[in-house]
């Protein structure tokens, strides 16, 4: 005889579902994502490396690569992964799986994708790019970029989630996707002067929050203009606030990037909360 | 059209077992009495359920069996002191007594003085209930002064102690607090209900009060309690359907007077015409589109309590909900996980986790991936990981789409396995013939020409049916049914009429 039926608690399931990632990650060679990732980081590092840190304008172009292949990242390794299985959701959430649960394990799953892939772009960078030794927050900078690149990418990846959460095909999930990136890229500040509605909408960008954050760690400001090094007399006139390069102005972006993770988590587990209306 | 009075075959079926508890004063044992049929209850000795109370009239009252809707009702014969319906005194509707009530399982009549507040010490509480059983033991527990908190659940340590798996160790406590008795649910799996309704908070007892945990019906005296030592039983579905109506400003109904009952072990065929609405019947009892009605499942309201008795459906859908890169192993074992009671010891778990492999034959494909195994095999895991959730129905839409006579067979042996079990399984299928025998009961929807909505064109056993529609086997019963237009006879609406006269008859017999 077997028992009544029994869901093990959101926690539990969490669990489960990190597990099936997992699993599926080995048998579908998840590993390929990484493999992408690092492919771009190193165009990026190769194109940028050497105009690093040697003007501003280079430099924030640098950044503005980084930055931009980071969302690349983050968005493609999710924005697929929910919508592709929403008929497997549908059936399981009516058996007893929490949308919650469901979600976090996905977020737990993808944090860890996005750490290796951090952790996977800094050192193509650094073989590439000679960063400054001094960091904000620690003795080094590279802990900060570190942390930098995973909210970011982490930021980017739980978009891509929430974005597969909305649309029910992964045929729409990869039409929408290139007018998040180009919003991203638009919105960062770097291509365009950002002023009145514009700068709004960049708030909730994690392109213009990915440049803030890596303007500080590499101190912008203190770089200095491709026309001074021709006519040194020729000197900025102010420092861009955005790149500002204190510890505080880093926590401030670094806890923006946690608090986009969060949002964009209920947004995902809200929308998949409806997913019994499905035809 | 045929002369229907003289085709008369449709067999009734048999009342279905229903037990009346009877609980008289604290002096006298508590027992039950199984309803079959039409009986009346009184103090007359000649009445079929003699009730031996002053305050029970000479003839009290009638249970009756009605095979439209094949459930019991009770009606009031105008006795002196009345009966309490669930708490409210039955009306007198004309000389023979009040309305008739139809009785759901966990209904509670009371013969008492008509002031609730005044009980006759001689009063008589029934139970009617199609879930206890004959043999159901029945413990009175008086609870002493000094007690002020009883637990109730699965361990050892409780004080009353429901030797049943669904029931948590731990499932509800009963506390005193300034002479008052409260239940809370200490987080069990299957909910506590009180007079019908799942608790949420902690909530004060009233004597009499009914409380219900999983099969375990308690009754609540103030100063006593009396409850059931139950085994488990099979599942119930009580299906009456007034209509399903779609569309905000155009309005069309799509299904009318769908009424039936499906009993633990039956594996119910649906069939229907093109149109007749199968999907939304089946929308309708999986409450993912309400209809117009009721639906009873193991003996609650299905619709009411939803949000928990969804779980008590199985439902294995048409195209395999698995992901496709996990081992065989690893999709049961999950949902194993998910859905066993983490009450059970490991030991519990694997036992029942080596009974679904071997009962749905998934050794051989054990560490397969599921991308590898063939479509029967694919419809035999589904079906195998919807057990651990040990829902009372499985309901199949066409759980042999896209297979070969092998696999199509196969399935349908695999639930025929799952109905033996005590469950319930209805299928939708437009290969019925392959598996005739295995079916217990037909359910056949017809699209009436008159209104162009689904009504029922019969529900019984294969080999009624198949005298019923004059055909050898279960697919020419579409034939008959469909549209011209659509290959058929056309004759939807002659069987809709003769099975409603049929049904008609026998509730007039």
Request: aromatic residues 10%.
């Given at each position: ?279 | ?423 319930m399984v209805m299928v939708i299928t437009h290969a019925p013939n392959d598996a005739a025998e295995l079916f217990t009961k037909v359910m056949v929807l017809a699209k009436s020409k008159k ?59």
């Amino acid at each position: 005889m077997e028992t009544e039926v029994k869901r093990t608690s959101r926690l539990g399931q969490i669990g489960i579902y990190v597990a099936k990632h997992f699993r599926i990650f080995v048998h579908e060679k998840g590993w390929s994502f990484i493999v992408f990732g690092a492919i771009i980081s190193w165009l990026v590092a190769f194109v940028v490396g050497g105009k690093m840190f040697n003007t501003y304008e280079n430099t924030k172009s640098g950044f503005f690569s980084i930055v931009s292949a980071g969302i690349w990242i983050g968005l493609f390794n999710s924005i697929q992964t929910i919508c592709k299985e929403r008929s497997i959701i549908k059936y399981e959430h009516r058996t007893g799986l929490h949308m919650s649960s469901y979600v976090l394990s996905h977020v737990i799953y993808q944090a860890v994708i996005c750490l290796i892939q951090s952790i996977v772009m800094l050192i193509i960078c650094s073989i590439y790019i000679d960063f400054p030794e001094d960091g904000l927050i620690f003795s080094s900078c590279i802990p900060e970029y570190l942390i930098t690149l995973f909210l970011m990418l982490l930021a980017s990846d739980v978009m891509g989630l929430a974005i597969s959460s909305i649309v029910r095909t992964p045929n729409a999930a990869m039409t929408v996707m290139p007018f998040v990136l180009i919003l991203q890229l638009i919105m960062s500040g770097v291509l365009f002067s950002l002023d009145g509605i514009s700068k709004k909408i960049a708030t909730f960008t994690v392109s213009k929050w990915g440049m803030e954050a890596m303007g500080s760690i590499g101190d912008l400001n203190s770089l200095p203009l491709k026309i001074t090094l021709q006519y040194p007399q020729i000197q900025k006139v102010s420092n861009n606030a955005a790149y500002e390069a204190t510890s505080e102005h880093l926590l401030k972006v670094w806890g923006i990037f946690i608090l986009f993770t969060v949002v964009l988590t209920a947004i995902s587990i809200i929308s998949l909360e409806f997913i019994d209306k499905d035809k | 059209m045929a002369d229907v009075q003289n085709t008369v075959m449709y067999k009734p079926m048999p009342p279905q077992p229903a037990t009346l508890v009877i609980i008289g004063n604290p002096e006298n044992p508590i027992y039950s009495v199984k309803l079959n049929g039409n009986m009346t209850v009184g103090r007359r000795s000649d009445v079929d359920i003699n009730l031996t109370s002053p305050i029970v009239s000479r003839v009290h009252g009638q249970f009756t069996w009605n095979t439209s809707d094949q459930c019991y009702y009770y009606m009031d014969c105008n006795s002196l002191n009345g009966t309490f319906f669930n708490g409210t005194m039955m009306k007198k509707l004309n000389e023979r007594g009040s309305r008739a009530q139809r009785l759901e399982d966990g209904d509670i009549l009371r013969i008492t003085r008509r002031n609730p507040d005044n009980p006759h010490p001689d009063a008589i509480m029934i139970i009617y209930s199609t879930s206890f059983s004959i043999n159901d033991k029945w413990v009175r527990y008086r609870i002493a002064d000094d007690v002020n908190s009883i637990k109730v659940g699965r361990s050892e340590d409780s004080f009353i102690n429901i030797d049943d798996p669904r029931v948590s160790q731990h499932h509800a406590v009963i506390e005193r607090e300034d002479g008052k008795w409260y239940i809370y649910d200490t987080g069990s799996t299957n909910g506590v209900f009180v007079n019908g309704n799942p608790i949420m908070d902690k909530i004060l007892l009233d004597p009499r009060d009914v409380i219900r945990i999983v099969d375990t019906t308690m009754i609540f005296f103030g100063d006593s309690f009396i409850y059931n030592i139950t085994k488990v039983r099979g599942a119930s579905l009580s299906i009456d359907i007034d209509e399903k109506v779609v569309g905000a400003i155009k309005r069309k109904t799509l299904l009318k007077d769908i009424r039936l009952e499906v009993r633990s072990g039956d594996m119910m065929l649906i069939l229907g015409g093109a149109g007749a609405g199968k999907t939304t019947f089946m929308k309708a009892v999986l409450g993912e589109s309400k209809a117009k009605g009721k639906i009873m499942l193991d003996g609650q309201d299905f619709y009411k309590h939803y949000r928990v008795l969804k779980y008590k459906i199985g439902i294995v859908p048409q195209f395999p909900s698995i992901r496709d890169s996990e081992k065989v192993s690893d999709i049961v074992l999950d949902a194993s996980k998910m859905n066993l009671n983490p009450d059970l010891s490991e030991a519990e778990k694997n036992k029942i986790i080596e009974s679904v492999k071997n009962r749905y034959s998934l050794n051989e494909i054990w560490d397969t991936y599921y991308e590898r195994i063939s479509g029967g095999q694919k419809k035999r895991v589904s079906i195998a990981i919807a057990t651990f959730n040990n829902p009372s129905l499985f309901f199949l839409d066409e759980p042999d789409s896209g297979l070969d006579y092998a696999n199509r067979r196969n399935v349908m042996e695999a639930l025929k396995t799952t109905a033996d079990q005590n469950k319930m399984v209805m299928v939708i299928t437009h290969a019925p013939n392959d598996a005739a025998e295995l079916f217990t009961k037909v359910m056949v929807l017809a699209k009436s020409k008159k209104d162009k909505t689904g009504h029922i064109a019969f529900c019984g056993t294969v080999e009624d049916a198949l005298e019923f529609f004059e055909v050898d086997n279960l697919q020419s019963i579409v034939v008959r049914i469909n549209a011209e237009s659509e290959g058929g006879e056309g004759r939807a609406d002659e069987f809709i009429e003769k099975y409603n006269l049929l049904r008609g008859n026998n509730n007039g017999n």
